[in-house]
Structure formats: C-alpha cells, structure tokens
C-alpha cells in the first residue's frame, strides 16, 4: 500500500513562505512525476506544480517566479518551497505521485491534503 504523507501547511500573511513537504513510503519500484495541486472552496483542483524523476520542472502561470518544486529521488520525497504568498494562494494542497509498481503498473495516487491559508 502506498501512502504520501503531507507537512507543512499553515497560515501565514501576504508576502510570508512557506515550504510543503509530502514523503512516498510503501512497496512500490520506482516515482516518476510527483507534483502539487490545490484546490480552493469553490473551484476546481488545480496544478500547481509538477517534477519529473530527471528533475524536469512545470509550473502554473500564477507561481512562476513565487514557486519552486524540488525533490530527493533517495527520500521518495517532493518539496514545494511558497514565497512572496498571495491571499488568492489560499488552498488545500495536495501531493500527488504517479508511481510504478511491482508489476510495472503505473498508478496515482494523492495525499489527504493540507490547508495553506494567506492572510491579507
């Protein structure tokens, strides 16, 4: 069973950082894309961002500059570092992992989601 376990959410003012961190663990072979979505009350989930196992990197227009996504291959874990926060960045962040299994089956899987909240 494959979980990815979120940190790192909370609230912070306009301006303010934060760094989300969400960790793969279980039985599986090997991590390709993982990446950050959000959804806001409301509207749709979204992408936020998403890196692949080489470290190729894709970013939404509204966190260019402002969001950087990293991750350690080693810790099956995906990072997503949050400056220069707008109120609009308020949301439920979710982890999510495309992950390939023992029997060389791709599978996504999604955290439980954490709340990031941006006060003006």
């Known amino acids: 069973q494959v979980q990815l376990l979120e940190s790192g959410g909370g609230l912070v003012q306009a301006g303010g950082s934060l760094r989300l961190s969400c960790a793969a663990s279980?039985?599986?072979?090997?991590?390709?894309?993982m990446g950050w979505f959000r959804q806001a009350p409301g509207k749709q989930r979204e992408l936020v961002a998403t890196?692949?196992?080489?470290?190729?990197?894709n970013y939404a227009e509204s966190v260019k500059g402002r969001f950087t996504i990293s991750r350690d291959n080693a810790k099956n874990t995906v990072y997503l570092q949050m400056n220069s926060l707008k109120p609009e960045d308020t949301a439920v962040y979710y982890c999510?992992?495309?992950?390939?299994?023992?029997?060389?089956?791709?599978?996504?899987?999604w955290g439980q989601g954490t709340q990031v909240t941006v006060s003006s």
């Open positions: 279980g039985s599986f072979r090997s991590i390709n894309t």
């Open positions: 999510y992992a495309r992950i390939v299994n023992s029997r060389w089956a791709l599978n996504d899987y």
């Open positions: 890196i692949t196992s080489g470290g190729n990197t």
